[in-house]
């Protein structure tokens, strides 16, 4: 039986009377630590490679610093990995404000890419992910170096002492599987790792694998794996190792997907390279033309849709309405069948239309979008996998100007698919309810945590302590949106079951996390004394909260990058007020 609970909200933090933020300036003046080695490369991917906006945007929104368990409650630690893949240690000591930047060990560096004798199927998740690292207790962290490599890093003595590979779920045809750490937890002997990867699907899908490796024996075990459209914008591990996602949309157990055949996961595998007769057979017997071709202005907000249906096909048996963010289209026959399809991004539906050239089969659907400024990476909410139909000179266009971003500038934005390179990085889960599911070790649901219609505001900062993660640690809180206001709540275990409380509001702030075009990290403070917006390469915005319903709350506005070309990759609350932000070339450390 899945247990059910839904977030209530508790009406005495409601604040009618609030007005709004005035906003004042930060006059501590935050500290700057250049790196050691000069900029730092992200790792990126070449243009080469296709990624579905789903991809770009759990990339985007990764925290390249990690969180240190504090070696005092003056002294506040945390990690990243350099493009050298060298996991360097950072400890802030508050009291001095001085700052140790050390090498602490070398990763297990990739090979590389896909050798060129070698074709892999277009469904085998090769791209490259980058190496991420989640801290276990005030010794031992985890690493990944985005390849499917594990190691258990001793920090006090700068050695590795455990080692593992990520083989997936079986059908990557790629071994190990490249992958990203959302979380890790020791229990004793037994350190519990949720990762992500791409499945071997047609369709952008993702694994989502809970793990476990064994220090004493050394293996490691996959427990199960949950896959999805999107990659969970929450992830927590509790201590008797259930599994804790948020997500617009519900996962599927892909053990079952794969049994049943509906995952679309087939057995690949390397093969040498075909003779040319192989190649055209093959071309003519695997290979299925794409649904539609699409196509899109480059300035201005049309975007056209292209069905080849049967010459002679009437007005008559099509079916074609428009919403603001859905399109419905259907074809007798089922020719053509889009029920009701939730669009990429919102359109003008009464500037939407269509037309069918009787004569040669051509059905032409005419987008018109709410914002012609930005470029869609797909048609619908859900990637398809249908691709852009572009004109050899505007592809070569996109081309060479990507190649001069990814030489000159070590960003993340270099990462993005060609056709994906107006992305705004802001854009978020708008118009969805994120819901809650609790998996027990096997991979069953067993609760589901419902938000009444609520969309996904933030999560909440990480918070350790220099004793280590206790067996009653809390999970991180939740900011949903709820009318103009983001509500806080925390799940509290009760006998087994996780029970959300409303632990507090901010105020209009849902409202002003929806104004920002660039808001790369949110988080709130677990003691809700604030809540960040950190953007991509500019500031920081501080939103404060007291809790005494006030009519004006402070906020206050810091220059990250000080106007430079550098953008900011990682961000952590490495104390309970003292922020630390790391760029491609400092760290910045904000004192709140």
Not at 169 to 197: F, W
Not at 446 to 456: F, H
Not at 497 to 512: I, N, Q
Not at 550 to 578: A, P, Y
């Amino acid at each position: 039986m899945v247990e059910t609970r839904r977030l209530t909200p508790n009406n005495n933090f409601n604040n009618p009377k609030f007005t709004g933020y005035k906003l004042e300036p930060y006059t501590n003046g935050p500290e700057r630590v250049p790196l050691p080695g000069g900029k730092l490369q992200i790792h990126k991917i070449g243009h080469n490679h296709r990624l579905g906006f789903r991809e770009l945007q759990a990339r985007i929104r990764y925290s390249h610093l990690a969180l240190g368990f504090p070696v005092s409650p003056t002294m506040g630690k945390a990690y990243y990995i350099d493009d050298s893949y060298i996991m360097v240690q950072v400890i802030y000591n508050a009291e001095t404000k001085t700052t140790d930047v050390s090498p602490v060990v070398t990763l297990t560096q990739p090979l590389g890419g896909i050798p060129n004798y070698a074709e892999p199927d277009s469904t085998v998740p090769t791209d490259p992910y980058f190496p991420s690292v989640r801290a276990l207790d005030p010794q031992f962290v985890v690493a990944a170096n985005g390849a499917g490599d594990f190691e258990i890093v001793d920090t006090l003595a700068g050695a590795i002492v455990g080692a593992a590979r990520y083989e997936g779920d079986g059908t990557e045809g790629v071994s190990p599987v490249p992958c990203v750490l959302m979380a890790a937890r020791r229990h004793g002997d037994i350190v519990r790792m949720v990762v992500y990867s791409r499945a071997a699907t047609k369709e952008t899908q993702f694994n989502i694998a809970t793990l476990e490796f064994d220090l004493q024996t050394g293996l490691l075990a996959t427990r199960h794996i949950q896959r999805g459209h999107e990659v969970p914008v929450y992830c927590q591990i509790a201590a008797d190792g259930r599994v804790v996602f948020g997500s617009e949309q519900r996962l599927e157990d892909a053990r079952k997907e794969k049994a049943s055949g509906n995952g679309e996961s087939m057995d690949v595998a390397m093969a040498p390279p075909a003779t040319e007769a192989q190649q055209t057979t093959t071309t003519t017997t695997t290979s299925e033309p794409a649904p539609y071709q699409w196509t899109q202005e480059d300035r201005g907000d049309l975007l056209t849709l292209q069905f080849a249906l049967p010459p002679g096909t009437p007005k008559a048996a099509i079916s074609c309405r428009f919403t603001p963010t859905h399109l419905s289209l259907l074809v007798q026959g089922d020719l053509v069948s889009y029920p009701f399809r939730k669009l990429w991004t919102t359109v003008r539906a009464d500037e939407c239309t269509w037309t069918i050239d009787s004569a040669t089969g051509v059905l032409s659907v005419f987008l018109t979008k709410q914002d012609d400024r930005t470029r869609w990476p797909h048609v619908f909410d859900q990637d398809d996998g249908v691709l852009e139909t572009l004109e050899p000179g505007k592809l070569e266009a996109i081309t060479d100007s990507l190649a001069r971003l990814t030489e000159s500038h070590a960003s993340i934005q270099a990462m993005q698919h060609p056709v994906a390179q107006d992305i705004d990085e802001a854009i978020d889960e708008e118009g969805q309810a994120v819901e809650f599911g609790v998996y027990d070790l096997d991979g069953r649901l067993v609760q589901e945590i419902l938000s009444g219609g609520r969309e996904w505001v933030c999560g909440s900062f990480e918070s350790l302590n220099s004793e280590g993660i206790s067996d009653n640690a809390a999970l991180a809180s939740v900011c949903v949106k709820t009318d103009v206001d983001g509500q806080v709540y925390r799940f509290v275990d009760k006998g087994g079951v996780l029970d959300p409380e409303h632990a507090g509001t901010f105020d209009a702030f849902a409202f002003v996390q929806a104004s920002k075009r660039d808001g790369r990290f949110v988080l709130h403070d677990p003691g809700l004394g604030f809540v960040a917006v950190v953007e991509s390469n500019r500031n920081a915005y501080i939103y404060y909260r007291h809790g005494d319903k006030r009519e004006v709350e402070r906020q206050t506005l810091v220059d990250l990058t000080e106007g430079h070309d550098v953008d900011v990759v990682g961000c952590q609350l490495i104390l309970s007020r003292t922020l630390m932000v790391l760029t491609e070339t400092e760290l910045v450390i904000i004192h709140l």
